[in-house]
């Protein structure tokens, strides 16, 4: 209960419709001289008003509880923005990351001194260490686990650096943390082949298996876009309608160049069929043939809405 | 004045019996070790309270309702591992709803969409006395979602718990971890916020008024 300041429980407690009578008349007396109040009453009044049951509300919680049955096949793991514990996690493993570059950094420092060789460039997430040894050879150094070295050839220097060889040494799992566009693409390229292999293979659950990494790892992707019609055909394929229905809907409602949007409107038709959502289904044909009267669909929409009467 | 139980469901829709709450309690543990019939479980009793918090937010016959939905299925289940039990898990659900409804009204590219179809909604409740008073309505909730979009997120957060669900100061604390004085702060703060939008447009003036 609220005590502070003002009556505002009462305001709560009538949106609650626990009000006595006595109770009703003390609240509206108070929501004259109380401004604050009164907000609430008009603006969060206007909200309880919303009806508390859809018509379509036993489909979307079919759909809802599919969702869960997906998650559970390959739980997704969120960094949500809000969450302190995660966020600690994040940045401890930053920590981790920073210190562990940083050691490496002055190991290596170390040896170049003692060993008095040519200078070093080192870079880490940070990109800021540096360590120098003297000119005296390009071997390797040795690095250790998950560290990788590029040596930087003498030509490729400036003249006042040319008795100096440089080595960037990154940590992969540094670079990772920042990957950059061309990456992103490439490993949501390489899900969707693999997905599309193993669909081909006939192994339906490495297929959804890949189709939901792609679509959990890169959902701005246009891989993820070009698998939601793929995997939703495959859902069919295994009479999964109302997942299907959901990758369907998610296509034409987010993917930007609509490419597929023909084959996407095919699979929701047949998916509202199979979920015996015939007015919908009539709707989407129709859709169909309004936007894509050439489409190899076309045969099919016209026999569906022909046998509806 | 009868006793108020501040740990029950935020608005009159969500009543439910302490028993109903415990149950869910371990129901969501269950789910949250990774049991997919307790999380079918835990979906059907909270899966309705997510989806008219969503259509409060969003619109009754919006499009993206039911993407919405099941994103927030999906956010609840990674949320359950870090749900502490400080509030009911059905005030939980109900916020991760919210919180996931105002992300996807937050996207700007999708933002004129959700005005257009907000201008479409028609809700009638046989409580209202007269058109003009659903009308009002419709109009207070359009101008408070407006604001919602456009103040920060933990203020939008505290003010939507409020006026959205219902919840006091005490429950949103307790579902946001965040001090009560944090709270009634955000909520102050909102609250002049709408001010300021209200006081900037005469024509909305009488969303003040009281129309019953």
């Known amino acids: 209960m609220t005590s502070d300041f003002c009556r505002s429980e009462l305001v709560l407690a009538g949106r609650r ?32 008003a919303t009806s508390q049951i859809h018509a379509d509300d036993d489909r979307r919680l079919d759909e809802m509880l599919a969702a869960s049955d997906r998650w559970f096949v390959q739980p997704r793991t969120l960094v949500r923005g809000n969450s302190r514990n995660q966020r600690l996690k994040v940045i401890g493993f930053a920590a981790v990351i920073l210190a562990t570059a940083t050691a490496a950094a ?56 040319s008795t100096a060889a440089a080595t960037k ?27 599309t292999q193993a669909r081909r293979d006939g192994s339906f659950a490495e297929a959804s298996r890949l189709y939901r990494r792609l679509q959990r790892l890169y959902p701005a992707s246009r891989e993820t876009g070009l698998s939601r019609v793929t995997y939703g055909s495959l859902l069919l394929e295994q009479r999964q309608a109302s997942p299907a229905l959901y990758q369907f809907n998610r296509y034409l409602s987010t993917d930007s160049t609509q490419n597929l949007a023909a084959e996407a409107l095919y699979g929701k038709a047949r998916a509202l069929a199979m979920l015996g959502r015939s007015a919908e289904e009539m709707v989407t044909w129709q859709l169909l043939l309004d936007k894509f009267p050439k489409s190899p669909y076309i045969s099919n929409a016209k026999k569906r809405l022909a046998s509806t009467p | ?68 939905a099941q994103d927030a299925v999906l956010a609840l289940l990674d949320a359950l591992s870090t749900f502490r039990g400080d509030s009911s898990v059905m005030t939980f659900a109900h916020r991760v709803a919210l919180l996931t409804s105002l992300a996807a ?6 933002r004129q969409k959700y005005h257009h179809f907000a201008a479409l909604e028609l809700e009638i409740d046989l409580s209202y006395s007269s058109p003009q008073s659903i009308l009002l309505a419709k109009r207070r909730r359009e101008l408070l979602l407006q604001l919602l979009d456009d103040l920060p997120e933990a203020t939008a957060e505290a003010l939507a718990l409020h006026f959205v669900l219902g919840m006091t100061v005490e429950e949103i604390a307790e579902v946001a971890c965040a001090p009560e004085n944090t709270v009634w702060s955000r909520l102050r703060l909102g609250k002049q916020a709408l001010r300021r939008k209200l006081s900037t447009d005469s024509t909305i003036a009488d969303f003040l008024a009281e129309a019953e």
């Open chain 1, 17 to 48: 419709r626990r009000l006595s009578a006595s109770d009703q008349l003390a609240l509206q007396l108070h929501l004259r001289e109380c401004e604050s109040c009164r907000l609430t009453h008009l603006f969060g009044g206007a909200f309880d």
């Open chain 1, 106 to 161: 002055a190991a290596i420092a170390i040896r170049a001194s003692e060993s008095n060789l040519p200078p070093l460039a080192v870079t880490g997430s940070s990109g800021a260490t540096q360590a120098q040894r003297h000119a005296a050879g390009q071997k390797p150094m040795p690095l250790g686990a998950g560290m990788s070295v590029t040596t930087v050839t003498p030509q490729a220097q400036p003249p006042e650096a």
């Open chain 1, 169 to 195: 040494l990154t940590a992969p799992h540094v670079n990772r943390a920042s990957p950059d566009a061309n990456n992103v693409e490439l490993a949501a390229e390489q899900l969707l082949k693999l997905a």
């Open chain 2, 1 to 68: 004045m009868p006793a108020v139980d501040a740990r029950s469901e935020p608005t009159s829709g969500h009543r439910s019996t302490a028993r109903r709450v415990d149950e869910l309690l371990l129901v969501a543990r269950e789910a949250a070790q990774g049991s997919a019939p307790a999380a079918r479980t835990l979906v059907l009793h909270v899966g309705p309270a997510m989806l008219m918090t969503i259509r409060k937010i969003l619109g009754p016959s919006h499009p993206d309702v039911d993407d919405v």
């Open chain 2, 105 to 110: 009204r937050r996207k700007s590219a999708t």
